[in-house]
Nanobody, 127 residues
Framework: QVQLVESGGQLVQDGDSLRLSCVLSGLTINKYAMGWFRQAPGKEREFVSAISAVNLYPDYADSVKGRFAISEDNGKNTLFLQMNFLKPEDTAVYFC????????????????????WGQGTQVTVSS
């Protein structure tokens, strides 16, 4: 059974940092392109960041570029999102997602491209 479980979300202040984790079970992360998405209250879910299965090429939405960093630990089968200089507009539920690609260096920005999703973790940034 495939499971993606996010953690690390909490209430922080403007300018703080957080690291989100997404632990995968039932699949091997090095054969999957991974992504982070977020959904703010009253808004549609949006792309945040992605990383390829091979060579770990990162991709970022313009709104987080230079502040967020995506990474993974293959040994722990875990995806991370380091978030620095957080802003109130980063407040959202953050979701991780996985797409089987085998040994591919491709990244994906569209929700429909992903096969598996976690339940999300809440990040709240107060001003």
């Amino acid at each position: 059974q495939v499971q993606l479980v996010e953690s690390g979300g909490q209430l922080v202040q403007d300018g703080d940092s957080l690291r989100l984790s997404c632990v995968l079970s039932g699949l091997t992360i090095n054969k999957y392109a991974m992504g982070w998405f977020r959904q703010a209250p009253g808004k549609e879910r949006e792309f945040v960041s992605a990383i390829s299965a091979v060579n770990l090429y990162p991709d970022y939405a313009d709104s987080v570029k230079g502040r967020f960093a995506i990474s993974e630990d293959n040994g722990k089968n875990t995806l991370f999102l380091q978030m620095n200089f957080l802003k109130p507009e980063d407040t959202a539920v953050y979701f991780c997602a996985a797409r089987f690609t085998g040994f591919s260096a491709e990244t994906f920005r569209e929700e429909r491209d992903y096969d598996f999703w976690g339940q999300g973790t809440q990040v709240t940034v107060s001003s």
